[in-house]
């Protein structure tokens, strides 16, 4: 059962459209109550979720809605919370997210935001 819960939250991950590219810097959606993958999961600031729900995900995560907001359309973002790498940008309001590949793997999940949602969102990006 964990293996199943864990294979299916990294294709919800991986899952894109080419309409949003994950390579691309995507809009974040703002949090809401009624879309988190579990009860206990905390908002880190107005656009992030964190989880540390470590027997399902085998890691803490952090993960983020973006693309469109149509029911069923949109996207989820979620990676472990050391990949995820903060930048303040006063023009990126809502933040952005954008994955960074190098030689085919994972580097980074880049979020652009401002001071003020920064300083919200902080609790998320320990290593900045």
């Not at 294709?11 to 809009?27: G, K, V």
């Amino acid at each position: 059962m964990k293996l199943a819960c864990s294979v299916l939250l990294v294709c919800l991950a991986a899952a894109q459209t080419e309409d949003y590219p994950r390579e691309s810097e995507n809009a974040l959606q703002r949090t809401t109550p009624a879309k988190r993958l579990f009860p206990e999961d905390v908002p880190c600031g107005g656009y992030l979720w964190k989880s540390e729900h470590k027997a399902e995900l085998h890691m803490v995560a952090i993960y983020y809605f973006f693309g469109s907001t149509d029911y069923g359309k949109g996207k989820m973002g979620l990676y472990p919370q050391s990949l995820y790498h903060a930048v303040i940008n006063e023009q990126r309001d809502p933040p952005t997210a954008q994955v960074v590949m190098e030689g085919g793997h994972l580097k980074e999940v880049k979020i652009q935001m401002t001071a003020k949602e920064y300083q919200a969102a902080r609790q998320c990006f320990p290593g900045n």
